[in-house]
């Protein structure tokens, strides 16, 4: 498990220098890249970002982008539903949709070019670097749950059952890291160990973190009496929903490390989703 939680790490740093894709089962997983369903072919998900996706094929669960949009064509085939953020999903008449589409849009307000940028000012500068970061929290959160689902299901079902109780496990967990690296410290191979007890915890928070998304996720479709079926759509509605409320000044902050906090201790009781 460890070997996949580092490989998608790794996957993630690559993302941004080159496009790539990959394909877990029968998933369709691209980054910077567009995705191409044809009519031959039959697959259970389509997620793609930084790209767009085009089907003529079956899909028989639900497609998702981010940065990009969608196009079915005739004779596609979805079975759930079509989210797509930061662009459209175009429909031919004779294309199906088992579910519902939903589009959802980020403010054009970033700058497009460097120079652009620099005469925004610190606010443009600011602008730009949160929305990078959040479109690649959003990739790197769609990154995890295709690799490693059973475990991110694991980690959210011990949010589920008592979110105050793996805040109070975070809490504990995350003052005993400089501890267990100071004692670590005290003998030669505890200090080759220190860097992985580090990568351990940057692993656990992001996992965590984005487990608190999908539990966010969750209860908001939960409270207009609606349901996910994938745990893709419920992080990114989660990660939106977060990233919104980081913009309130202390609040919004205090919130993000109180879900942060819980998602860490639900990993680290979970043992990253190997044990309930």
């Known amino acids: ?19 790539c894709a990959f394909a877990a089962g029968r998933e369709i997983v691209k980054f910077y890249a567009d995705a191409d369903v044809s009519k031959d072919m039959i697959v259970d998900d389509v997620v793609v970002v930084g790209g767009n996706a085009t089907v003529s094929g079956r ?24 989210v797509v953020v930061g662009g459209k999903c175009v429909k031919d008449p004779a294309a199906h949709i088992g579910g519902k ?7 054009h307000f970033i700058p497009s ?23 690649g929290f959003l990739g790197l959160a769609i990154l995890l749950i295709a690799l490693i689902p059973k475990h991110m299901t694991t980690v959210l079902s011990a949010i589920q059952k008592s979110f105050i109780m793996m805040l109070l496990w975070g809490i504990l967990w995350m003052v005993l890291v400089v501890p267990i690296a100071v004692l670590l410290a005290i003998s030669i191979i505890g200090i080759l160990l220190i860097p992985l007890e580090m990568l351990l915890a940057a692993l656990a928070l992001i996992i965590g973190y984005i487990a608190s998304a999908i539990f966010i ?17 419920d992080a990114i509605i989660g990660i939106l929903v977060l990233f919104a409320v980081g913009l309130v000044p202390i609040v919004g902050h205090i919130v993000k490390v109180l879900f942060l906090v819980a998602g860490f201790g639900a990993v680290i009781t979970t043992r990253f989703g190997t044990t309930r």
């Open 217 to 233: 996720g969750k209860h908001i479709l939960q409270s207009f009496k609606k349901t996910s079926t994938h745990l893709f759509v």
């Open 1 to 19: 498990m460890l070997k996949r939680l580092t490989a998608a790490v790794v996957l993630f740093t690559v993302i941004f220098a080159a496009p």
């Open 59 to 82: 899909v028989n669960n639900g497609i998702v982008v981010v940065g990009g949009s969608a196009e079915l064509k005739p004779g596609a085939y979805v079975a759930e539903h079509v």
């Open 101 to 107: 589409i939903s589009e959802i849009d980020i403010p």
């Open 113 to 135: 070019s460097l120079p652009d940028i620099l005469k925004g000012g610190w606010m443009a500068m600011w602008a730009t670097i949160s929305l990078l970061v959040l479109l």
